[in-house]
C-alpha cells in the first residue's frame, strides 16, 4: 500500500521534471511581458487543480489501478480505452521515460563524459537500474522516490534563493526590460500554454495509484490539491527568479534560463550544479512515470484475453512484473532509436499532444457520462460546482486540444506535417486492436 507522502512524492516527482528548465523561457518568448507570462503559469496550475478535483471524483468512485484507462473503459468500451492504452504505452509514457532519459545521459556527460555515444549509454543505464527498483516492489520504489522528490525540490529552492539575492539590486541581475503592454494573440497565448501544461504534466497519473492508496476516499483527494498547489508555488517562485535575475527579454532569449540565472547569482562556478540538478529531476520523473505506466499496462492484460500475461501481478511485492519489464524494454528500445535519429526522435514524441489532450478530454467528458451511466456508484468525493468545473475543465481541455494540434500543424519532421505523426499512432493501434480481435475470436472458436 502506499501513503499519503509516498503518492505526493510520485505526483510531485511526475509533474516536476526538466521541463522547468526550459519551458519558461518559451513561455516568456511567447507571452512577451512578465504579467501575461505569471498568468499563463498561474492559470495552468488553475487549471491543473480544477481537473485534480474532477479526477478524484472518478480514482475515488472507479478506484482502479488502470486509472484513465479504467474509466475511459467505463464510459466508453474497450475500444477507446485500447486506443489510450496504446498510445501510452507506444508514445505518452515509454516515450517520456526515453526523453527523460536522454535529458539525463545528456546532463550527467558534462559531468562524468563518455564520449559521443555517452548520453544513450547513461539513458540505457538508467532505464534498466530503475526498472529493476521497480520490480523490487512498490515500496522500495516508492521510498526511492520520497527521496528523489526531496533532493529534487531542494535543487530547485537553490534556483529560488538565487532571484532572493537580485533583491538588493534595483533592477534584478540583468536589468529587466520595460514591461511594453504587450498582449499576446489569443493563438500566441495557446502555444505558450502547450508548453506551461506540458511543464505541469503527470498529476493526472496518481489515479494508477488509486487501488493502492491506504485510506483512498480521502487521501486522493489530498493528494492532489496538496502536491499541485505546491507545484504551482514552486513553479511561480523559479519563474519568478528567472525573471529577477535575466529579465523577460533575458529569459526569452536564454538557452539554459537556469544556468543562466545561477551565473549571473554565483558566478561560473554553477555549471556542474545545474547539471546535478536537471539529471536529478529527469531520474526522479523517470522512476515516478514508471511506477505509474505500467499499470495501464496491467490493466490491459486482464481485459484482453490475448494479452493475458501482461497482467501478471505479484502480489508479495504489490507490482505487476511482466508490465513492468515490457516497458522497461520498450524504453530501451526508443532510446536505441533517439540515439540514431537524435532530435527528430525527440520532435516526434513532442509532436503527439494533441493524441495526449484528446484523451484528456475523453477522461473529463467521461465524468459526466458516468454521472448519468452509473448514478448508484458510491462517489466519496464529489466535484464541487457541479457540472461548472468539470465543464472549464472540458472547454479548457478543448482548447489545448486545438492548440496543441495548430503547434503541430505549423512543424514538419522528414518532409511530413507533423500532425501525421498522432494519426498515425492512432492508425496502428486501430491496426492493433483488430489484430487481438482477431486473435480472441479464433482462441474462442478454438
Not at 500500500?1 to 526538466?18: K, N, P, Q, R, Y
Not at 486482464?302 to 504489490?318: P, T
Not at 481541455?397 to 495548430?406: A, D, E, F, R
Request: net charge positive; with cysteine.
Amino acid at each position: 500500500m502506499v501513503d499519503l507522502h509516498e503518492a505526493v512524492a510520485i505526483i510531485v516527482g511526475i509533474v516536476i521534471g526538466a521541463g522547468i528548465f526550459k519551458s519558461p523561457a518559451l513561455v516568456a518568448a511567447m507571452t512577451g511581458s512578465a504579467g501575461w507570462m505569471f498568468a499563463a503559469w498561474a492559470l495552468g496550475g488553475l487549471v491543473s487543480l480544477i481537473g485534480a478535483l474532477c479526477y478524484a471524483e472518478l480514482a475515488t468512485a472507479f478506484a482502479h489501478v488502470g486509472g484513465d484507462y479504467h474509466f475511459l473503459h467505463r464510459a466508453y468500451g474497450r475500444g477507446v480505452s485500447f486506443l489510450f492504452a496504446w498510445a501510452r504505452f507506444s508514445v505518452i509514457t515509454t516515450g517520456s521515460i526515453a526523453l527523460l532519459a536522454f535529458v539525463f545521459g545528456d546532463y550527467v556527460s558534462e559531468i562524468l563524459p563518455l564520449g559521443r555515444r555517452g548520453p544513450a549509454l547513461y539513458a540505457a543505464a538508467a532505464i534498466t537500474v530503475l526498472t529493476w527498483v521497480n520490480l523490487r516492489g512498490i515500496k522500495t520504489s516508492a521510498g526511492a522516490q520520497t527521496l528523489f522528490t526531496v533532493l529534487e525540490v531542494g535543487g530547485l529552492m537553490l534556483i529560488v534563493i538565487a532571484g532572493l539575492s537580485f533583491l538588493g539590486s534595483r533592477n534584478g541581475g540583468m536589468v529587466p526590460a520595460a514591461e511594453t503592454g504587450f498582449v499576446p494573440s489569443p493563438r500566441g497565448f495557446g502555444t505558450a500554454m502547450v508548453f506551461v501544461l506540458l511543464t505541469y504534466g503527470g498529476w493526472n497519473e496518481a489515479v494508477y495509484i488509486s487501488a493502492e492508496l491506504k485510506d483512498k476516499r480521502h487521501n486522493m483527494v489530498r493528494a492532489l490539491v496538496v502536491s499541485i498547489v505546491a507545484i504551482t508555488a514552486l513553479y511561480l517562485l523559479v519563474t519568478w527568479a528567472y525573471w529577477r535575475g535575466l529579465g523577460i527579454g533575458g529569459m526569452a532569449e536564454s538557452e539554459a534560463i537556469a544556468a543562466d540565472t545561477l551565473r549571473v547569482a554565483f558566478g561560473n562556478t554553477s555549471g556542474t550544479l545545474i547539471a546535478m540538478m536537471v539529471a536529478l529531476a529527469a531520474i526522479t520523473s523517470i522512476n515516478a512515470t514508471m511506477i505509474v505506466g505500467a499499470r495501464s499496462s496491467f490493466a490491459v492484460g486482464r481485459d484482453w484475453a490475448v494479452l493475458s500475461r501482461i497482467g501478471d501481478w505479484n502480489e508479495s511485492r504489490g507490482t505487476p512484473v511482466t508490465a513492468l519489464i515490457l516497458q522497461g524494454a520498450a524504453a530501451l528500445v526508443l532510446v536505441a532509436i533517439g540515439a540514431v535519429a537524435g532530435g527528430g526522435f525527440r520532435a516526434m514524441v513532442e509532436f503527439t499532444a494533441p493524441v495526449f489532450w484528446l484523451f484528456f478530454l475523453l477522461s473529463g467528458i467521461s465524468l459526466f457520462v458516468l454521472r448519468r451511466r452509473e448514478p448508484h456508484v458510491e462517489r466519496p468525493f464529489k466535484v464541487p460546482l457541479y457540472p461548472l468545473l468539470p465543464l472549464i475543465f472540458v472547454a479548457f481541455s478543448v482548447y489545448m486540444l486545438w492548440s496543441s494540434l495548430s503547434y503541430v500543424y505549423n512543424q514538419e519532421l522528414g518532409g511530413l506535417n507533423a500532425a501525421w505523426i498522432g494519426v498515425g499512432v492512432l492508425v496502428i493501434g486501430g491496426g492493433l486492436q483488430l489484430l487481438v480481435l482477431r486473435g480472441e475470436a479464433t482462441s474462442l472458436r478454438a
